[in-house]
């Protein structure tokens, strides 16, 4: 029996840097309520506050909280051999490590300092080491239930998507000849293309009057504006009302977080499956508390899945975002290019038209979720882990070597930051290797579970993964 199901949801939880409630978190700022203390500031003064020179988490060495420690503002989004990045790439790193001050003898809490300072420019991106079920499960059909996000299957799911598009003056900055904003409108639509003309759509901007002077600040962090109210898709209409949209202004996340989930009032009953995509590229700016805004999506009635899109954003603002999506118990994925943008929206397509075909379960179906598990779940992250790992202790090593040749630093200092960095990849060598361990253990249990079940009705959930 073939039937569009609640995919949606499921690929949702899964695609979107997903199964992150209930784990540890690392030492983070919070959702950043902005008091008195920086109404003088414009709003651009407040996205770049939280640069090098702030005050940024020291890591927590355990495998969760590696993975979804931010990747550092300057480290590569993909696997480069080390002296072709050391070459080419090297002196952008030296510009920052030039605005360092200088330090002798340091004391062990300003080595710390110094150290996440590095972190912020260079920490390696672990996050590929994810749920193993995310590369694959099956799902019975006597069970009545998707045993990862916990959901009933529900027959003729009605999906429901509004998205809220940031237009605040930072989205005009430009990654090669376009600007953000015109990046992200392309983005979008790109994605209502794709998208089957059953499911509702709606389109949220925030930020787009005034400007993003303190003047114009209260203007602005009032302009949160549903553009097109969540209905049967309209491409057209959607395209032309978001082409007059301009980045201008200030950001007001929170309240737009509240108004977007009060969106989908219309849409309560178990029928619907009510989706909430957040594209930000940076923190809040209004005095809202977006946290606590994310965190009232719970007691509604409606309780939109939200999903938060995380735009070129610096490592601050990426942990920043990453906590109001858990807030929210919600997901977080970053997109650092227009075309991880578009990737990140495309996929609705993909999990919208996807069908259950129930079938009897037999062993060529365990052993396609048992592979999938063991190559690209277990070993190509332990080999990619490994690669990180060393990338990442070579460069911080020659950024103190730096430090010290310039001046910045003294022998003293550099190696006490030698044994941060060695003790570092001691740590994260162990924490890779208990991961391996336990997972083969994990694999082991998924595959007996499975095997008891040969002959039952049933589907395999093989998602594409990143």
Same mark, same amino acid.
């Given at each position: 029996m073939k039937q569009k199901k609640l995919n949606f949801i499921i690929y949702l939880f899964l695609i979107l840097c997903i199964i992150t409630c209930g784990k540890k978190v690392v030492e983070t700022e919070k959702g950043e309520k902005n008091d008195g203390a920086v109404k003088s500031l414009s709003e651009e003064e407040m996205q770049n506050k939280k640069g090098l020179f702030s005050e940024h988490p020291l890591p927590i060495y355990d495998y969760e909280s590696i993975t979804e420690y931010p990747k550092g503002l300057l480290a590569p989004s993909e696997n480069l051999e080390y002296n072709k990045f050391r070459s080419e790439h090297f002196d952008e790193i030296e510009k920052y490590l030039d605005q360092f001050e200088k330090t002798e003898n340091a004391s062990d809490e300003k080595v710390d300092k110094i150290f996440t300072q590095l972190l912020y420019l260079y920490a390696a991106d672990y996050k590929g080491a994810k749920d193993l079920k995310e590369y694959g499960y099956i799902i019975f059909k006597k069970d009545g239930i998707n045993p990862v996000t916990g959901v009933p299957l529900i027959e003729d799911i009605k999906v429901n998507i509004e998205i809220i598009l940031d237009a605040s003056g930072s989205m005009v900055k430009k990654i090669g000849d376009k600007t953000m904003m015109d990046i992200a409108k392309e983005s979008i639509y790109k994605m209502l293309e794709t998208l089957p003309e059953n499911v509702n759509v709606g389109l949220r901007v925030y930020g787009h009057k005034g400007n993003n002077t303190v003047a114009e600040k209260e203007i602005s962090c009032k302009s949160s504006e549903l553009i097109s109210p969540i209905s049967k898709l309209d491409k057209s209409g959607i395209k032309e009302k978001l082409s007059s949209v301009t980045a201008s202004g200030w950001t007001p996340i929170g309240e737009s977080i509240r108004l977007g989930a009060e969106d989908f009032q219309k849409f309560q009953d178990n029928k619907n499956l009510n989706i909430l995509y957040i594209i930000s590229d940076g923190i809040e700016t209004c005095n809202g508390d977006p946290v606590q805004s994310a965190k009232s999506i719970e007691s509604m009635n409606v309780k939109p899945v939200m999903g938060i899109i995380g735009f070129n954003v610096n490592p601050s603002q990426e942990l920043n975002l990453r906590n109001i999506a858990k807030a929210g118990r919600g997901h977080y994925?970053?997109?650092?290019?227009?075309?991880?943008?578009?990737?990140?929206?495309?996929? #609705?397509?993909?999990?919208?038209?996807?069908?259950?075909?129930?079938?009897?379960?037999?062993? #060529?179906?365990?052993?396609?979720?048992?592979? !999938?598990? /063991?190559?690209?779940?277990?070993?190509?992250?332990?080999?990619?882990?490994?690669?990180? #790992?060393?990338?990442?202790?070579? /460069?911080?090593?020659?950024?103190?070597?730096?430090?010290? !040749?310039?001046?910045?630093?003294?022998?003293?200092? !550099?190696?006490?930051?030698f044994k941060k960095i060695n003790d570092r990849n001691n740590k994260l060598h162990e924490i890779k290797r208990e991961m391996k361990n336990k997972r083969e253990m994990e694999m082991e249990k998924i595959r007996a579970e499975y095997t008891k079940r040969i002959g039952e009705e049933a589907y395999v959930i093989l998602p594409e993964v990143n």
């Open positions: 994925a970053t997109a650092d290019t227009g075309e991880v943008l578009i990737k990140e929206l495309m996929k #609705i397509h993909e999990i919208a038209m996807s069908k259950y075909d129930w079938k009897s379960l037999d062993t #060529i179906d365990i052993m396609r979720v048992s592979n !999938r598990h /063991t190559f690209e779940g277990n070993l190509m992250i332990s080999n990619s882990m490994d690669f990180l #790992i060393y990338h990442e202790a070579f /460069t911080f090593e020659d950024m103190v070597r730096y430090l010290e !040749r310039t001046g910045k630093i003294d022998s003293i200092t !550099r190696e006490k930051l």
